[in-house]
């Protein structure tokens, strides 16, 4: 089987080094190189783009990214244990590729990258909500990356791209559809991954829209939804009463019944509801 560069398999990567797995970290690693250039491909087309990736770990799906073009990629990983493993990909690819040892939560990347950029990542679905969240609620928009290419548990995936009515729907749906087109494009089962995990993964690739669906402030549409979703089987008007005192008269300014449940309310009247809520 053809490999993608002359580095050594993954496999060897990790004895040489000693990287056991460690759950603490969420470590659950690709070591297949196919399929790391496959999940790249998802991406898009690199060239051109800096790639911001998150959680590298011994470098498999950086080593996809650099070999499928990638301009430069900067890779955040919080394990140290990981860095002799990634100082080697660098020395394969001279100055494309650098790495900040570090949280990805408490880094901020973006005077390390140059537009266009391109986010790509396989981290521990726990933070790649949280950081899928702040990519997706900046003040401003267009935000900073052009696409994200993420990996979650299929249950996290689903609930991104879900619509109203299903079970899946909620602040995800929302928060990610109103500001970028989002797409399941691959699904893994737990053996591609090294150890496996309990739960099948999907890779989820959003595009950021040029301007949001619908107009609404991203602070108050977040916490709109949250409150809403927060309790789902209550009425609308039981789960908001702590967003604003005369919440009754901001749904229906809205044109959303005060009897409504948040999971039959979709994007437009989530976010008229955020504009009634704004209003003085
Ligand atoms: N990308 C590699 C791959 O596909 O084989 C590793 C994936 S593993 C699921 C997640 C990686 O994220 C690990 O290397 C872990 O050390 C790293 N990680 C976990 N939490 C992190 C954080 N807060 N900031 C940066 N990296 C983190």
Redesign the pocket.
Known sequence: MSTIDTLPPLREVLTTHDLQARKS??????LDLNL?AKIARQAGDLTGCDVLE?????G??TRGLLAEGARRVLA????RR?LPALAEIQAAYPDRLAVIE????EIDPLSHLSAPIRVV????YN?GTELLVRWLTPKTWPPFWQSLTLMFQREVAERIVATPGSKAYGRLAILAQWRSDARIVLQLPPEAFTPPPKVSSSVVHLTALPKPRFEADAAVLSRVVAAGFNQRRKMLRASLKGVAPDIEDRLLAAGIAPTERAEKVDLERFCALARAVAKP
């Open positions: 970290m969420g470590q659950n690693f690709l790391t998150i959680g590298p770990g011994p498999g799906l955040i990983e919080k394990d990981c570090g949280d990805a939560l990542a396989n981290l521990p933070v």
